[in-house]
């Protein structure tokens, strides 16, 4: 492994500053009560500050989305696309741009930061796609000479908070699909990444002004969760599709309900992989390896646990320990670098303090878990993603920690893996390896994987935005992206037309 050098924080300042003039944002530095940092987990420092005020104030923003809506609601829905298929040309024509932006500030290497832009430029063609095909039905009716239908209509103004990970991949299935719906969006990304957020606002606000939308079909708004809260409680918000921790889910959920407002939420994942002893090894562990140190095991689809059978767990455990030992681990804009920073302190700490009880709970760690080049930079926090092979599913493999460790845990008969698979809160992303067809069916039957992503031979992340995205128990039960998750976007109303001259009532009732 070569211990690479990382790139100085004046030269990070000045990429970001490129990336975002060439996006087209402008006067969002300086200071003022609510400015913000501007900063980046490569070397653990501040780049700039971005003035308060920049963005606008949730209800101001939430007032200016209001008052575009019926023009954008009552513009023909192929007319709203041609908005989106714009952003997705200047997504194309930026995507250096932005992706810079993702690396800076989520940390991601150059290759998952293009892909997350990628994932961007497709959730806007599938979404120009269904501007021509916002589909209802039409249902038998009861009654002759009766028609029944199914009409969709837009919401009003969505909200949407998203989590430093994926900066703007979130933003844009959320938005994207929200546009050609009819709805208005208000933004409040991560206060760890303004950076990106200000530049996809810039190529948004570009869009708008060349296809002719009203210019209030999206502001953003920035700051931390106080500058989200009027989002989460305004009846004028019928929509909140939220992407972040439990805890933030806990916190905003009851309130969005006690308003009886709809919430799309994308909370903590637990993901695991099942590893039966018909699996393609080879392709297991590369599958593995992407899932579970990819990111630095900071996606909500990032593998956490392995369930192994006993007869290969050794030989699987061998095999990933010795590439684990391989993995590259330092600047992410280096090509050879796998394993970028994790953000921060606090997610080294919690990846610490989950290592810790790990090993107090009987674990063994096989590989990795120690610190890198907090020589090079004492702020920024690299770590080797770890293996930790456990006696049984304690506490703590129960738990999101959002750092790379996986778990290993064995079994013995497929019923037992299935029962470990499940028994966690979270019903995120899960995988089995096997080619034995038995297996890889009961898995994705009712009685298997209870979550909301179920994958055969191949890892728990990095999903294609044409499925619906998201999951159940704590993990919310929302689903973004693509399929009919559009449809949670928009209002349902169903419509009983009569064309007869006769007026029958349903269920046979009779009145006078
Ligand atoms: C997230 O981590 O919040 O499936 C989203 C994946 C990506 C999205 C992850 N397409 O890993």
Excluded at 7 to 12: D, I, K, R, S, Y
Excluded at 227 to 239: E, Q
Aim: with cysteine; proline share 5%; hydrophobic share 40%.
């Amino acid at each position: 492994t070569s211990e690479n050098t990382l790139p100085g924080t004046a030269e990070l300042a000045e990429r970001a500053r490129r990336a975002l003039a060439a996006c087209g944002a402008a006067g969002y530095e300086g200071s003022g009560p609510n400015a913000l940092s501007a900063r980046s987990p490569i070397t653990g420092q501040d780049l700039f500050t971005v003035a308060g005020g920049t963005g606008s104030d949730a209800h101001e923003a939430i007032a200016a989305a209001g008052a575009a809506f019926p023009a954008w609601r009552d513009t023909p829905a192929p007319v709203r696309g041609a908005l989106v298929k714009r952003l997705g040309e200047l997504l194309t024509e930026h995507k250096q741009d932005l992706a810079d932006l993702v690396t800076i500030e989520a940390g991601k290497i150059g290759s998952e930061a293009l892909g997350e832009v990628q994932e961007m430029i497709d959730i806007c063609d599938l979404a120009v796609g269904m501007s021509r095909q916002l589909e209802g039905r039409t249902l038998a009716s009861e009654r002759p000479g009766h028609k029944l239908l199914e009409t969709w209509h837009p919401l009003g103004v969505v909200g949407v908070i998203s989590a430093f990970n994926f900066p703007v991949a979130v933003w844009a299935w959320n938005t994207a699909v929200a546009l050609v719906c009819g709805d208005t969006v208000v933004w409040k990304p991560s206060e760890l990444t303004p950076l990106t957020a200000l530049a996809s606002t810039a190529l948004l606000e570009r869009a708008i002004a060349d296809t002719g939308a009203p210019e209030g079909v999206h502001r953003l708004v920035l700051g931390g969760a106080d500058a989200a809260a009027p989002l989460v409680d305004s009846p004028d918000v019928p929509l909140v599709s939220a992407t972040g921790s439990e805890r933030m889910g806990r916190e905003i959920a009851p309130r969005i309900a006690a308003r009886f407002g709809r919430a799309i939420l994308e909370l903590g994942g637990n993901n695991a992989a099942i590893v039966t002893p018909s699996a393609d090894l080879d392709l297991a562990a590369r599958g593995i390896v992407f899932s579970a140190a990819g990111t630095a095991g900071q996606r909500c689809t990032t593998m956490r646990r392995l369930i192994v059978h006993e007869d290969v767990a050794d030989e699987l455990v061998a095999r990933l320990a010795k590439v684990y030992t391989g993995l590259n681990i330092g600047d992410p804009f280096s090509e050879e670098t796998l394993v970028g920073p994790l953000v921060g302190e606090r997610a080294h700490a919690a990846m610490r303090t989950a290592l810790e009880r790990a090993v107090a709970d009987g674990g063994e760690v096989v590989a990795g878990g120690g610190r890198r080049l907090a020589g090079a930079a004492q702020d920024a926090y690299y770590v080797e993603p770890a293996i930790v092979r456990m006696p049984g599913q304690t506490d703590v493999v129960k738990e999101e920690t959002f750092a790379p460790i996986l778990y290993v845990l064995t079994y013995r008969a497929f019923d037992e893996a299935l029962a470990l698979h499940n028994d966690v809160p979270q019903g995120l992303s899960s995988s089995v390896f096997t080619t034995d067809q038995r297996e890889a069916d009961r898995f994705t039957a009712s009685a298997g994987s209870d979550c909301g992503i179920a994958n055969v031979n191949i890892g728990t992340s990095g999903a294609e935005i044409g499925g619906a995205f998201g999951g159940e128990k704590t993990t919310g039960g929302g689903r973004e992206s693509g399929s009919d998750a559009w449809r949670g976007y928009m209002r349902r109303a169903t419509n009983t037309v009569n064309y007869s001259t006769e007026l029958p009532l349903a269920q046979g009732v009779n009145f006078g």
